[in-house]
C-alpha cells in the first residue's frame, strides 16, 4: 500500500513539472539555411529576416549569435549587442561569442560598457531557465521529503536532506530576488534622447547612445520609461528591445 502511495505521488510529481514547448525544429532549419545562405551571399537585411523568422520556431544560441553578427555587418552595434546579449541567456560560457562581443566592443569603441555586479556574475554562470528549474526542482522534493517523513517512515535523513533542499530553494531565491532588476533589463538599439514626459513634444533631457544596458521601468503609449546609469526617462519602445521577453522579440 505505501509502495503504491508513493508511486501516485511521485507521478503527480512529474506531471505537475512537466512542461511541452511547441518547437518546429525542421522548418527553423530552413529558415536558418535560408539565412545562411543570404548571409553569404551579403544580402544581410534578408539574412536578418529568415534568421527572426527561425526564431519564431525554434531560438536557440546559435539563431541569436547568427542575428548578431549580421547585425554586426550592417554597423548596427546596438542590435548586434541585444542578439549577443539573447544568445548568452543560452550559452552563457560560449567561447566564441564572448570573444565576438569583446570585438564587437574593440570595433565600436563608444558602445558603453557592461557594468558586472556579483549577483549577475553568478546568475550568468548558468541559465536563467537553468536556475529556476533548480529551484522548482528543490522546492518539490523537500515537499516530498517530508511528505515521505511524516506519512510514511520517520527516519532523520528525509528530514535532514528536506532542509538541505529547503535551504538551498531559499538561497536560490534569494539570488533570483536580488537579481530581479536584471529581469527588466533592455538594451537601446538605437541613440535616442531622453525626454522628461512620454510625448515626443516633451522637452529633452539627456541622449542616450546605441547599446546602453537600462532598466525598463514603466510603459505608457509609444513610450517607455527607463532607468540608466547617465539619467533616466521616457523614450520611444521602438528604440528599446527588452532582454527578458518573448524569444522573437
Given at each position: 500500500m505505501k509502495k503504491k502511495y508513493l508511486h501516485m505521488i511521485l507521478t503527480l510529481l512529474f506531471m505537475s513539472m512537466a512542461t511541452v514547448h511547441a518547437i518546429d525544429?525542421?522548418?527553423?532549419?530552413?529558415?536558418?539555411?535560408?539565412?545562411?545562405?543570404?548571409?553569404?551571399?551579403?544580402?544581410?537585411?534578408s539574412a536578418a529576416d529568415y534568421y527572426e523568422k527561425a526564431l519564431q520556431y525554434a531560438p536557440s544560441a546559435h539563431v541569436y549569435f547568427n542575428l548578431g553578427n549580421t547585425y554586426a555587418s550592417l554597423k548596427r552595434p546596438g542590435y548586434a549587442l541585444f542578439y549577443f546579449l539573447k544568445a548568452k541567456q543560452y550559452r552563457p560560457r560560449w567561447t566564441e561569442l564572448n570573444q565576438t562581443m569583446q570585438s564587437l566592443y574593440q570595433s565600436y569603441p563608444t558602445l558603453p560598457p557592461l557594468k558586472s555586479t556579483w549577483c549577475r556574475t553568478i546568475v550568468q554562470a548558468v541559465t536563467l531557465n537553468t536556475w529556476v528549474v533548480v529551484l522548482d526542482l528543490c522546492f518539490w522534493i523537500s515537499i516530498f521529503l517530508i511528505i515521505i517523513y511524516v506519512c510514511f517512515t520517520r527516519r532523520k535523513i528525509y528530514l535532514q536532506l528536506s532542509c538541505f533542499c529547503g535551504v538551498l530553494f531559499l538561497c536560490i531565491g534569494t539570488l533570483l530576488y536580488v537579481h530581479k532588476s536584471d529581469l527588466r533589463m533592455g538594451v537601446l538599439i538605437d541613440e535616442n534622447p531622453i525626454r522628461f514626459a512620454p510625448t515626443e513634444s516633451s522637452p529633452i533631457?539627456?541622449?542616450?547612445?546605441?547599446?546602453?544596458?537600462?532598466?525598463?521601468?514603466d510603459q505608457r503609449d509609444r513610450f517607455t520609461y527607463i532607468k540608466t546609469e547617465l539619467a533616466e526617462g521616457w523614450i520611444l519602445s521602438e528604440k528599446i528591445r527588452p532582454l527578458y521577453a518573448n524569444s522573437n522579440s
Open positions: 525544429l525542421s522548418t527553423a532549419q530552413m529558415y536558418i539555411q535560408e539565412g545562411n545562405k543570404c548571409f553569404g551571399e551579403k544580402n544581410l537585411e533631457r539627456q541622449s542616450i547612445p546605441e547599446g546602453t544596458l537600462c532598466e525598463i521601468s
